[in-house]
């Protein structure tokens, strides 16, 4: 069977409150937010489980498209 549709969206922090209000009827929730710096870090529990440079993730992510 298919499955619900997600979406993930990309907000400017001033702009989150709109967006809530316009989303109110489906679940919303944010996963992370983008700052000025040049590593990916994904935390769980307020301790972080990947910490990475930018360049290493982005290569790590375009090498799954090599045959």
Do not use: N, Y
């Amino acid at each position: 069977g298919e499955s619900a549709g997600r979406l993930l969206l990309e907000v400017e922090p001033d702009k989150l409150p709109e967006l809530r209000r316009l989303m109110k009827d489906c679940p919303l929730g944010q996963v992370g937010r983008v700052t000025d710096g040049d590593r990916l870090t994904i935390r769980h529990d307020g301790r972080a489980v990947i910490d990475l440079p930018l360049a290493q993730a982005k290569a790590a992510w375009q090498d799954t498209f090599r045959l």
